[in-house]
């Protein structure tokens, strides 16, 4: 059974800084891995995709990186600011389901 | 192009009561989700349809929930009767295919707080 492990809970900094977020999965046959953003009282948006295949996915101050073999993932946010506070949820898609697994999301805080 | 879109927003309820949720997918997706997201965790999945059949709802407590998808589009999540664990949002979510490689879109979900 697939578990998502999320590190740390819950992070606080000061506007301008550059953070990482961490995700484990246990089964390394995934077909693609996924960070979402959840803000309060709102359902999920997909921040970054990247596919088994890929190494790693940008989209603007984002970076998120796949290491299968080793079962992890990090999101990196450049340049943090307080719109980014937000709970980040990783995700990934495996077995002949194809379904999808969350971690428990990391709430991050931006400080102005 | 208009989201996933989620009724009610918020519902209280008192236990061993009946609730329904509706969710209308994102047009021409055929696949549809529904979550249930405790406090504090991640969603977990209840229940995947592809088009109006189930391909997944082995994490979908029977004895009191059901879900059903008519005619491929909208979908209904009924809990009958309520329990105080089942407190929680409900999101309901759609993508393309369920081939895998499909970005998810989630509606804004339900929030339930059994009494």
């Known amino acids: 059974k697939q578990e998502v492990t999320q590190i740390p809970a819950a992070l606080s900094v000061p506007e301008g800084e550059n953070l990482v977020l961490n995700c484990s999965f246990t089964d390394s046959a995934i077909y693609n891995l996924q960070w979402f953003r959840q803000d309060p009282g709102k359902g999920l948006t997909s921040l970054l995709l990247i596919q088994s295949s890929q190494r790693e996915q940008t989209s603007g101050r984002l970076n998120a990186s796949l290491d299968k073999s080793s079962g992890r993932s990090t999101l990196y946010i450049a340049a943090s600011q307080p719109g980014d506070s937000a709970t980040y949820l990783c995700a990934v898609v495996s077995g002949s389901a194809r379904q999808l697994t969350f971690g428990s999301g990391t709430q991050l805080t931006v400080l102005p | 192009e208009a989201g996933v879109a989620q009724s009610p927003r918020y519902k209280i309820i008192e236990k061993r009561q009946s609730v329904a949720f509706w969710c209308n997918p994102i047009s021409g997706h055929a696949t549809l989700y529904w979550y249930q997201q405790i406090l504090g965790q991640g969603p977990k999945l209840l229940i995947q349809?592809?088009?109006?059949?189930?391909?997944?709802d082995s994490q979908l407590p029977k004895d009191r929930f059901s879900a059903e998808r008519l005619k491929g589009v909208d979908s209904t999540l009924k809990i009958q009767p309520a329990k105080l664990e089942d407190s929680a949002v409900y999101l309901c979510a759609s993508s393309l295919s369920p081939s895998g490689s499909e970005t998810q879109y989630f509606g804004p979900g339900t929030r339930l707080l059994v009494l």
């Open positions: 349809f592809q088009n109006n059949g189930v391909v997944d």
